[in-house]
């Protein structure tokens, strides 16, 4: 999974100050059948035919949670009218245990079991961070006619004890739309689809989205790829991102080498409005053959394209770890009683560090961009708690105080991955890196064969050499701060600055700008009027934003006015409906942004440069 702190999450603190305006079963199979084309009050019908049931009581579960997300979203709650019948329509006594299980009675006699799900995307509250929305990416979307994000998970369900048994799911659609993904579909109907996986955690891993067609497929090295993009008033399409994604993948598949063996490969891309009632959690999960991708269709095609790279690249590599390697806790995963594996610095901080390692590898950024990319990491790891041990958060993840330091398996996590990445190169004279370590990690382990958790360490280490173990153990496993800059300079990198623009409306995790809980105005903080947007325009604190360049602005839509500023340049042409008091204004100017000293990283040292250089282009 990967979770963008794009500066829309920082927004977070506006919601905060709100004033409450959110407001036949033969033999051994499950058949479901899901219902898109008669969709009624936003919710769609499941009907699920189980396999012979041999005890009085069954239970049927929803996922609590998923693998790849490491938080506990009860699916189950967002089914509703859950009924179980007898083959002669009778119906049979139901039980709801907890937002995820329902216990039949009688259960021999069982034919089959309906349900309405509604979808998650409209109930989301905020952005996705701060609170207990279902992350967007994991989440299942219900617009009648337009589109339908299957994230089967949230549709499908299984029977206690029954995980291992074969699904053939059936999804009724309208002739209009088209369902994306990895599955193959074995009806040639076009308003009904077939799917069959060999057992429910295939399901879950197989997400479909249906919508108008809007899809490219193309080959890269010999795995085909289908690029399927949702966006809701048409600004994008598949076509116009595709060249960017081929070129991306190919580098991906360049740098991996040999791990990957998946032949096909779907990116579903949901662009939101971000209005109320759409996704507002950012980002993508990853699976063994597609990724779900949720982002601002506000978003300027420049920014698009860089966001895809980073997320999709960061899902792809997944595919090393931890859908490849991974421990017990993983394989083994209990939807409803999930434990958690030790080891998200390598799940997903060794993952984030390929994602951009790779793209310094193949020549997609300079060393300039993956030194700044660094310092970040750098600095927002610093506002996250730098002593809590990494494999204790991770255990703990689904619980406070861990579950607030998720965020850090991007930052910590992927500094962690470059440190060790640091020394095997410089133990191997710049031969071997972190990637040769995942290629040997995937031998010994693999899909089928999961590691217990508490023996990874030894085994990389006699992998490697006793200096990562010892770096393992104090900084990993313990609770003392990574030096990074003694690890850069082995490789001749030492710090810098750098003058960056920032945003006018926010600056680190602080908003410039403030709500006025009665009318959800938009007003300029007074502690930041001094700043340079606010003043080449004139506006002093309290100074309410009515319209930017013509367009509306207030709570409601706040979202959109900081993506929209996201894309502004220097010296761009504003204007801005403005109120101080009672009396309003239209200004005309240009866009000043704020620049800000930044930390960042430099190559300094040319005796190391050879081992920099098998770091980063090896
Ligand atoms: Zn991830």
Known sequence: MKKILYSLALAVTFWSCKTGSTGTAKSNTVEVNINLTDVKDDKVLVTVTPPAIKTDEIVYSIPKTVPGTYSTDNYGKYSEDFKAFDAKGNPLTVKRIDDNSWSISNAKTLK?????????????????????????????????????????????????????????????????????????????????????????????????????????????????????????????????????????MTAQKNFLGKVNSTKKYTVLLYLSSAAKDDAHGFGALEHPTATTVVLPESMSKEKLVEAMKDVVSHEFFHIV?????????????????????????????????????????????????FYTRIADKIDQAKSLDDTMSFTLMSKNVLEQPYKDQYLNVYQKGALIGMCIDIIIREKSNGERGILDLMHKLSDEYGVEKPFNDDELFAKITSLTYPEVGEFLNKYVAGTTPIPYDFYLAKVGVTKATEKKPGNPFIKGQTPNITIDK???????????????????????????????????????????????????????????????GTKEETIKGTVKLPYEEAETFKATDASKEKLKNAWLKG
């Open 112 to 248: 089959k079991i309906t349900y309405l799900v509604n979808d998650t995307f409209d109930t989301e509250k905020g952005t996705g961070f701060g609170n207990d929305d279902v992350f967007s990416p994991a989440g299942t979307n219900i617009d009648a006619g337009k589109n339908f994000m299957l994230n089967t998970h949230g549709f499908v369900g299984y029977f206690q004890d029954k995980l291992d048994v074969p699904y053939k799911v059936t999804v009724t659609h309208p002739e209009t739309l088209w369902g994306a993904t990895s599955m193959t579909d074995q009806d040639a109907s076009n308003t009904s689809d077939i799917f069959t996986t060999s057992r429910y955690a295939i399901l879950v891993e197989n997400p479909i989205m249906y919508s108008k067609p809007d899809y490219t497929t193309f080959n890269v090295n010999g795995m085909d790829i289908l690029i399927a993009v949702y966006s809701p008033t048409g600004k994008y399409t598949a076509e116009s991102i595709t060249p960017e994604m081929k070129t991306m």
């Open 321 to 369: 770890t931890p859908l490849t390697i991974h421990s017990k806790e993983i394989q083994f995963f209990d939807y409803n009683a999930p434990k958690m594996s030790e080891h998200l610095w390598m799940y997903e901080g060794v993952t984030e560090y390929f994602a951009n390692l790779f793209q310094i590898n193949q020549g997609l950024i300079d060393e300039a961009e």
């Open 518 to 580: 009665a009318t959800k105005e938009i007003a300029v903080r007074p502690e930041s009027e001094s700043i340079e947007f606010f003043k080449s325009l004139n506006l002093k604190g309290g100074d309410k934003i009515l319209t930017v360049n013509n367009k509306s602005y207030n709570l409601d839509n706040i979202y959109d006015l900081i993506t929209e500023s996201e894309n502004w340049k220097e010296n761009d042409p504003i204007t801005l409906k403005t109120k101080r």
